[in-house]
């Protein structure tokens, strides 16, 4: 099996029909979010913004541990949903569900045919079952989301030349969103790359 990597970073199309969970979150224009790394199990609360300053959503400061759950809300604090790990599992999971308890989303660790992670839920837009890939090295600032067997929707970049959050360990990085896709979709699956990265 050969090395898969991130396609070079280049101006993401509009999807349509459009993709994710919350219609009404849905990116209008081609959107970049601003997320910290290691904030998913940091404790604090937190913000996901775009790069105008505007917050997607806001996540109730719990660090993550198999019995806890962190709580995603909008800008606006409408439940979008709970992040909890799921336990037993082969392949480390963390699971979205909504207020009742009642799944909306997985993101899993995956090794197969070059995807680092895979989030599986039901499309709004389409009403049909949905997976995204994750392919390159998120954790290295340089990947793609991709809809498996279709296109890249979202891709990861980091700052690399900002000297002082190398040296503090905690770099920030950019996700750039096609218009059409869910950016409350987005940033969860980036807090719950994050966390993987970060387990013990």
Not at 150 to 177: K, M, S
Request: charged share 20%.
């Amino acid at each position: 099996m050969g090395a898969f990597t991130a396609s070079a970073q280049a101006p993401l199309h509009p999807v349509n029909p459009p993709i994710g969970i919350f219609p009404y979150l849905y990116a209008k224009e081609p959107t970049a979010l601003n997320i910290k790394e290691k904030i998913s199990w940091s404790g604090d609360d937190f913000a996901v913004k775009d790069l105008a300053g505007w917050v997607v959503v806001r996540c109730e400061g719990q660090a993550f541990s198999y019995r806890d759950r962190k709580i995603i809300r909008d800008s606006s604090g409408k439940f979008l949903f709970c992040l909890r790990n799921k336990i037993m599992t082969f392949f480390k999971t963390i699971i979205a569900e909504d207020e009742h308890g009642q799944e909306l989303f997985r993101v899993q660790k995956h090794f197969a045919f070059g995807a680092k992670a895979i989030a599986t839920f039901h499309d709004a837009a389409t009403n049909v079952p949905m997976a995204l890939s994750l392919r390159g090295d998120f954790w290295g600032g340089s990947a793609d989301i991709s809809v498996v067997n279709g296109p890249v929707i979202a891709q990861i970049y980091r700052d690399v030349l900002n000297a002082r959050e190398i040296f503090a360990g905690q770099q920030t990085y950019y996700v750039a969103v096609a218009p059409g896709v869910d950016l409350a979709l987005m940033a969860a699956m980036c807090i719950c790359l994050d966390e993987m990265k970060n387990e013990r």
